[in-house]
């Protein structure tokens, strides 16, 4: 049995005073039975890991360099991410393949990276709506996971993968439990065929998951957990995906 794996990607919200309303929220609604942890804009990594001190929520990045260090303004290399606590590094999230032209190769160099120093990649894979609707959802999946499985190679079994139909991020559409479940099995097979630790990994959904929606996905037999956008700002909202983690 997986233990469930509940993230929060804050993406480009917060300010330092509605970050310590949230993370003090958290702090007093969880512990939880399931792993719990928030990735937060870089710049309030340290104020987030100073909140977090001494409870199990972990905490992560939404991205990272695929570069060891150098010149390369701007970026946050993965050892910089271990090195002030981070857990989790999210890549490949569709934002930004969408928005800073991530190839699948690059992404794959990220989770490589992330992994060389210690930092679990959340390796995000998912289709467009057009994709869905040309009956392509498996092709796109499977090529986007073959990148990060062939340069991973023998670390494969160290990642979480999360599972994000374009179409289902904040929009409010979200996949059925069995839209989801039939793309997670076809992940999971994916891995079985990469790494014997296969069984063990979590593939996260994500897509507007919300408190109602929750309870019906994470009870999917290769749903282990959710990475939460918009409903992981809200303190109530996000403590209540965590508890249907839980069950
Ligand atoms: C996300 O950004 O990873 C996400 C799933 O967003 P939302 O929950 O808002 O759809």
Not at 9 to 25: D, E, F, I, V, Y
Not at 28 to 57: F, K, M, Q, R, S
Not at 64 to 91: F, K, N, P, W
């Amino acid at each position: 049995m997986r233990k469930k794996l509940v993230v929060g990607n804050w993406k480009m919200h917060g300010s330092r005073a509605a970050n310590a309303q949230l993370l003090a929220g958290l702090k007093e609604a969880g512990p939880w039975n399931a792993d719990v942890a928030v990735c937060v804009p870089a710049v309030y990594i340290a104020e987030t890991a100073l909140a977090l001190t001494g409870t199990a929520i972990a905490y992560g990045a939404q991205d990272c360099s695929s570069h060891e260090q150098g010149a390369y303004t701007g970026e946050i290399s993965s050892a910089m991410l271990h090195d002030v606590g981070c857990r989790y590094a999210i890549v490949g999230h569709s934002e930004r393949r969408a928005y800073h032209a991530e190839s699948d190769q690059l992404v794959a160099d990220k989770a490589k990276a992330a992994l060389a120093h210690g930092v679990t990649p959340i390796v995000c894979v998912g289709e467009t709506r057009a994709e869905r609707e040309a009956g392509q959802t498996e092709a796109v999946v499977k090529r986007q996971l073959a990148a990060v499985i062939h340069t991973l190679g023998h670390c494969t079994g160290e990642m979480v993968v999360a599972y994000e139909p374009v179409w289902a991020i904040g929009t409010g559409l979200t996949a059925t439990p069995e839209q989801a479940q039939a793309v997670h099995a076809v992940l999971r097979a994916q891995l079985q065929a990469a790494t014997d630790r296969a069984a063990a990994m979590r593939i996260l959904y994500g897509g507007s998951v919300k408190a109602d929606n929750a309870p019906q996905l994470f009870g999917q037999p290769d749903i282990d957990g959710g990475l939460i956008g918009g409903a992981s700002l809200k303190v109530a909202d996000f403590a209540a995906i965590c508890l249907a983690a839980a069950h």
